[in-house]
Nanobody
């Protein structure tokens, strides 16, 4: 399984962000994918995720109401759309995948990780 995150860059404070995670190798079975992020000097944290079989989503409180996550089962792609960006949204965003239908908050439950894409919030 390989995950490729893209779409990061410079985003204005209060603006919108769209990230994509292309997954290859998820040939069969049930998976959940999620976004994590890591700001400098901070631990990696859960942002949100989606179950590919049920479409159920789960979001961190810090982004709830500002983020939607969707998936395209045909293209094997997960999308994150975030609006009203805040300073604390800056960091490296990683996509991750786990086997099973449940979206986990803890990193240790994810088997596969992408390389990360940088998001910088500017004034």
């Amino acid at each position: 399984v390989q995950l490729q995150a893209s779409g990061g860059g410079l985003v204005q404070f209060g603006g919108s962000l769209r990230l994509s995670c292309a997954a290859s190798g998820l040939t069969s079975g049930t998976y959940a994918t999620a976004w994590f992020r890591q700001a400098p000097g901070k631990e990696r944290e859960f942002v949100g995720g989606i179950s590919w079989s049920t479409g159920t989503t789960l979001f961190a409180d810090s982004v709830k109401g500002r983020v939607t996550i969707s998936r395209d089962n045909v293209k094997n792609t997960m999308l994150l759309e975030m609006n009203n960006l805040k300073w604390e949204d800056a960091g490296v965003y990683y996509c991750a995948a786990s086997r099973g239908a449940k979206v986990y908050v803890m990193q240790r439950n994810y088997d596969y990780w992408g390389q990360g894409t940088q998001v910088t919030v500017s004034s």
